[in-house]
């Protein structure tokens, strides 16, 4: 079974500074990887995808994240943080479960931007 | 447009009530989610219908029903809620139930009292 592994429960910047949230996923196959945001009381707003193209993935927002496979990694980034990118932050994997996906969900890694 | 819609945004009801929660897509989508997601925790998958048809039932109980009317609709019917069932209740839809990218919508904030 395929899992996600969000590392930090919290992460606090400055802005204009860069963010890194960092995820690990354990997959049997080539997985498809996700990241997905949530602002408070908000639904959840895909950032970008991953699936087996780029290893160099770019999203929404500046937003990037790279998918190490030696490392099983798929870090999110992003250069210079705003204070609007302040939210809840999922990493996630697609699961085949009886012919159908499911997405795997990390924890999450709150992102805290200080002025 | 990548929009799923969901009625009501917010809910209030008492343990005996019946009340459903909506979600639509208009991308022509095949298969659409029901979600639950408690304060600081991931989204946990309630429901698959995946061409108008139930496909996954995540162990959910009897009190939540949902129902698929059309490919662009998608209920949830409420009954007899606990307390414990307060949360927010997230409707996603993808363009077949394979590999494909979800889009969720806004949610439903549902308090049982």
């Known amino acids: 079974a395929q899992s996600v592994t969000q590392l930090d429960s919290h992460v606090s910047v400055s802005e204009g500074t860069p963010v890194l949230l960092r995820c690990n996923y354990s997959s049997s196959y080539s997985p498809s990887l996700f990241w997905y945001v949530q602002h408070p009381n908000k639904g959840l707003q895909l950032l970008l995808k991953?699936?087996?193209?780029?290893?160099l993935v770019k999203g929404i927002n500046g937003f990037e994240a790279e998918f190490k496979k030696s490392e099983t990694s798929f870090h999110l980034t992003k250069p210079s943080a705003h204070m609007s990118d302040a939210a809840e932050y999922f990493c996630?994997?697609?699961?085949?479960?009886?012919?159908?996906?499911?997405?795997?969900f990390g924890a999450g890694t709150r992102l805290a931007v200080h002025p | 447009d990548t929009e799923v819609t969901q009625t009501p945004k917010h809910l209030v009801m008492g343990m005996t009530n019946k009340k459903s929660l909506k979600c639509e897509q208009h991308?022509?989508?095949?298969?659409m989610y029901w979600y639950k997601q408690k304060a600081k925790k991931p989204p946990e998958l309630m429901f698959v219908?995946?061409?108008?048809?139930?496909?996954i039932n995540e162990s959910v109980p009897s009190r939540f029903s949902p129902e698929c009317p059309n490919s662009s609709l998608l209920n949830l019917h409420l009954h007899a809620l606990q307390p414990e069932d307060s949360a927010l209740y997230l409707c996603?839809?993808?363009?077949?139930?394979?590999?494909?990218?979800?889009?969720f919508g806004p949610g439903t904030r549902l308090l049982v009292l």
């Open positions: 219908y995946s061409y108008e048809k139930l496909s």
């Open positions: 996630v994997v697609s699961d085949k479960f009886g012919g159908y996906n499911k997405l795997i």
């Open positions: 991308m022509g989508h095949r298969a």
């Open positions: 996603a839809s993808s363009h077949s139930s394979g590999k494909e990218t979800q889009y």
């Open positions: 991953y699936t087996s193209a780029a290893t």
